[in-house]
């Protein structure tokens, strides 16, 4: 069965510090994985798409089928990065979501 | 409007009744996507509309849940005889296609007391 696994509840870093989410799934098939972003009183938002190979805001992640992550990173974390985080993985058309990150960059 | 938009925004009922909460999603979107998100569960896929075709309904927990789909367009989630475990927020998502990256609205806040 699919899983997603974000090991980190709670991530607090300085801003201009680097930052580093933390995904692994389990998953039989080719993967698809994406991460979402919910700012505060915000809608959940799409933030990446593993095959699309983007930045957004700064953000990359990369697929290590090896090591069965999707790790989310940011070279230099802006107060506005303040958020929680969920990695998801699609099966078929469905979403199986992490039980996310929330992340607290501090000035 | 431009995204997925869903109503009501909050809901308090009393236990044992029945409650509605509908979703509009984005124009042009023909996959539709109910989860819910409470504090045990984290995110939790429900159920899946695409086109004309049946829905997927692997992710209803029980039989007090149901959805309709009507004109391929705005859903309504409906749960019969509400427990206090339904106490949550209900997202609504669309995508243009299946496999097409989700768009959630802001959801429904679900309170059962």
């Known amino acids: 069965a699919q899983r997603v696994t974000q090991p980190e509840k709670l991530l607090s870093v300085f801003k201009g510090a680097p930052v580093e989410l933390k995904c692994n799934y389990s998953y039989s098939g080719s993967p698809e994985l994406f991460w979402y972003v919910q700012y505060s009183r915000q809608r959940l938002q799409l933030l990446l798409r593993?095959?699309s190979r983007e930045s957004i805001k700064g953000f990359t992640a990369d697929l290590n089928k090896g090591e069965t992550s999707f790790h989310l990173k940011k070279p230099f974390a802006q107060e506005e990065d303040s958020a929680m985080y969920y990695c998801?993985?699609?099966?078929?058309?469905?979403?199986?979501f992490g039980a996310g990150t929330t992340v607290t960059v501090r000035a | 409007g431009a995204g997925v938009s869903q109503s009501p925004s909050n809901k308090v009922t009393e236990k044992g009744k029945d409650v509605e909460l509908r979703c509009d999603p984005i124009?042009?979107?023909?996959?539709l996507y109910w989860y819910r998100q409470s504090l045990g569960q984290g995110l939790e896929f429900l159920i899946y509309f695409q086109g004309n075709s049946a829905p997927d309904k692997s992710g209803l927990p029980s039989d007090r849940f149901s959805a309709e789909r009507t004109g391929g367009s705005v859903s309504t989630l409906t749960i019969q005889r509400t427990q206090q475990e339904d106490s949550a927020v209900y997202l609504c998502a669309s995508s243009y296609n299946t496999g097409q990256p989700q768009h959630f609205g802001d959801g429904t806040r679900l309170s059962i007391l």
């Open positions: 998801a993985l699609m099966h078929d058309y469905k979403l199986s």
């Open positions: 124009s042009g979107h023909t996959a």
């Open positions: 593993h095959i």
